[in-house]
């Protein structure tokens, strides 16, 4: 799975920061956490393009999470007619349908999908490979934070297939997950495959405080990917008062849920050199690192 931090800025678009946006690709799909200010030239530059864009996936409904939505979808219009999937919380359609009305020109169908108060899990979007969950956080409107996962089957076992003397040709298909039907007998994927074995887990939170739920959301993830507004610590009780989070809030959170790694993001416009206070959090989480827009990596599945 690769992972992008698109846009990195909170409240404010500076110019070398845009505004708060997360891009993950998977097997020729590609998902959105929010679309705030400056998204879509961010994409361009980054090169990922914008036809795969098939999820759009919002925190919540302030402007730096939002406001770059009609422009992108324009620019996806014009390579793009299949439809574009939009999940976040209650009034979703309704906010996004109110933001098109200076973009009416878009080509495809949208599907909302409005999250209930206590969020989901495990949501699978038809034609993608992510598997969704969301987790209600604190802030001050309704807000959600995300987990996307890439589940990995077990591995395929050749001998187990030689036995049921199906033909070979239809092995890649139970492989992939797929019942096969063949001179009438039904052939499952469990036939030939051993137990599932660890997928990629992905975790995004921005903006919050720290909450109880939110280590066990974040559980093992590959990647944490977390709001610091702030890191000097006299700015806590501002912090505080926001509903925001401090980069050593985000690294306590990293380690109670024993994530591999932790980006940190949506910084305050006022965090000149972001950089200047990764102290903080290293102290607590060692393996933490101040995010930029545009910094990527791939995330690959363990070795057996």
């Avoid at 309704?142 to 092995?171: M, S």
């Avoid at 994927?189 to 066990?216: F, H, Q």
């Amino acid at each position: 799975m690769d992972i992008a931090l698109v846009g990195t800025g909170g409240m404010m678009p500076l110019p070398h920061r845009n505004l708060s946006s997360m891009a993950a690709r998977l097997n020729g799909n590609m998902l959105l956490i929010d679309a705030g200010e400056g998204t879509q030239c961010s994409l361009r530059t980054l090169g990922w393009g914008y036809k795969q864009i098939d999820t759009i996936c919002f925190t919540h409904f302030h402007a730096d999470h939002i406001s770059g939505l009609p422009g992108l979808l324009l620019t996806m219009g014009a390579s793009r007619t299949e439809p574009v999937t939009m999940i976040g919380p209650k009034g979703l359609e309704f906010i996004v349908r109110s933001l098109c009305v200076i973009a009416p020109e878009i080509p495809f169908q949208i599907k909302f999908i409005e999250l209930p108060a206590e969020g989901t899990r495990g949501l699978k979007i038809d034609g993608t490979d992510f598997i969704i969950s969301a987790l209600p956080v604190e802030h001050s409107c309704p807000c959600f934070a995300y987990a996307i996962e890439a589940k990995r089957v077990g591995k395929f076992d050749a001998a187990a297939a030689a036995r049921l003397n199906l033909p070979v040709r239809y092995w890649s298909f139970l492989q992939k997950g797929r019942d096969v039907e063949h001179e009438g007998s039904i052939y499952t994927p469990d036939m030939v495959l051993g137990a599932e074995r660890r997928g990629i887990k992905i975790a995004y939170c921005t903006d919050s405080r720290p909450t109880k739920a939110l280590p066990d959301f974040i559980r093992n993830a590959d990647l944490f990917i977390c709001e610091g507004l702030y890191g000097d610590v006299e700015k806590l009780p501002k912090v505080r008062k926001a509903k925001h989070m401090m980069y050593s809030e985000a690294a306590k959170l990293a380690r109670e849920g024993a994530v591999k790694k932790l980006w940190l993001t949506h910084f305050s416009p006022a965090a000149v050199n972001p950089k200047e206070f990764l102290y903080t959090a290293r102290e607590i989480f060692e393996n933490t690192y101040v995010g930029y827009d545009r910094l990527s990596e791939t995330v690959v599945f363990e070795e057996d």
